[in-house]
């Protein structure tokens, strides 16, 4: 993150301000340097722009190939690292991801490390087979045991590490729940509170009180969901009961003229709805560890937005 923070005051501030400054007093062949420096802190500032149209995407990319073009001939073949050339997908990802300055490269950094903890033998054949290997092996395990195991084997493997049981008074929950899990399930107890990811659930389990609004994980994306209850099944499973949420993404305010279009900073499983639309559809169970993020509930009468 140091390291990060050096280049990233160094790319986006000093070149085009102390640099180029410097640049007036130096030789042709040193400003000719410090321009090729100031073509790539142009396309790196056009790409952490908050707000990136089409235009800019491919300026930046005329920019970044421009740079890469004069890579050779001014800073010599050994400047032509794989490092350099991974800089002209940079506008592809932000097409993809959204602002430079809105994803990190620090996972895919830490990701390199873990594959590395799989390679025992350094010969390049030899430790590609390894990673293949060693990853469907892992993978593969990881789906039998999601599928198959019982809670106890996977608590072994650290399997429900994320979760955490917390004993805690439980408040019987309203009728209408009880007799939705009983035609699901046969036989199950209810839980005061769980923490998932550290973050603490415990359902009011009346009908009105509850504030705990998470987005689960589903086949085609995800649900807002008002939990009404947290049940453990006679497998030890844990499951969260409650209703699902007819919302709308946060994303659709930020698209042409919607009223954050000039906002774009957009969370993920950000949602909202018109307070006379707001609805809770249907009784969902789900397994806890299809839990993404947790829910504030903000009812607003009016926004203002400057
Ligand atoms: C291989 O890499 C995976 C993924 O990071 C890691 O969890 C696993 O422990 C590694 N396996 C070996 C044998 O090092
Ligand atoms: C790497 O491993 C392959 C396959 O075992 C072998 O043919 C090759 O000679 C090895 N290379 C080196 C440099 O040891
Ligand atoms: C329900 O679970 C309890 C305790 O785990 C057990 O004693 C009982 O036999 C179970 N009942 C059914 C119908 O599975």
């Known amino acids: 993150m140091w390291k ?7 790319c986006l501030y000093i070149v085009p301000t102390v640099l180029l400054c410097v640049a007036a007093s130096e030789t042709e062949q040193i400003m000719e340097l410090i321009e090729s420096m ?19 995407i491919s300026s930046a990319n005329d920019l970044l190939n421009h740079w890469a073009k004069n890579r050779a001939l001014l800073w010599s ?13 940079l506008p592809k990802q932000v097409l993809l991801h959204g ?26 054949t030899v430790s590609v087979k390894q990673i293949a290997e060693r990853m469907d092996l892992l993978r593969s395990s990881t789906v039998w045991l999601d599928k198959y195991g019982h809670p106890k084997l996977k608590a072994h493997f650290k399997f429900n590490d994320d979760v ?20 699901c399930i046969s036989n199950y107890s209810f839980v005061g509170e769980i923490t998932v990811n550290g973050f603490s659930i415990c359902p009011f389990q009346t009908n009105d009180a509850t504030n705990c609004y998470i987005a689960v994980k589903e086949e085609t994306g995800f649900t807002a969901v008002k939990v009404m209850a947290v049940v453990k099944t006679f497998t030890d499973e844990l499951l969260f009961c409650g209703y699902s949420l007819e919302l709308l993404p946060y994303s659709d305010l930020m698209k042409g003229d919607g009223i954050l279009a000039a906002n774009n900073y957009a969370y993920q499983y950000c949602c909202y709805i018109d307070k006379e639309s707001f609805q809770e559809n249907k009784f969902i169970l789900c397994n806890v560890k299809t839990f993404l993020s947790k829910y504030v509930l903000i009812d607003a009468s009016n926004f203002y937005f400057f």
């Open 99 to 124: 602002p430079l300055s809105t994803h990190s490269a620090f996972a895919g950094e830490s990701a390199i490390g873990k594959l590395g903890e799989n390679i025992t033998c350094h010969n390049a």
């Open 164 to 183: 955490v049981q917390i004993e805690r008074r439980i408040v019987q929950p309203h009728e209408t729940i009880t007799q939705f899990l009983s035609s």
């Open 77 to 89: 073949k050994s400047a032509m690292t794989f490092k350099a050339h991974e800089n002209l997908h």
């Open 38 to 56: 100031v073509l790539y802190s142009g396309a790196v500032r056009i790409l952490t722009q908050a707000q990136i149209t089409e235009d800019m």
């Open 4 to 10: 990060a923070s050096e280049l990233k005051l160094f």
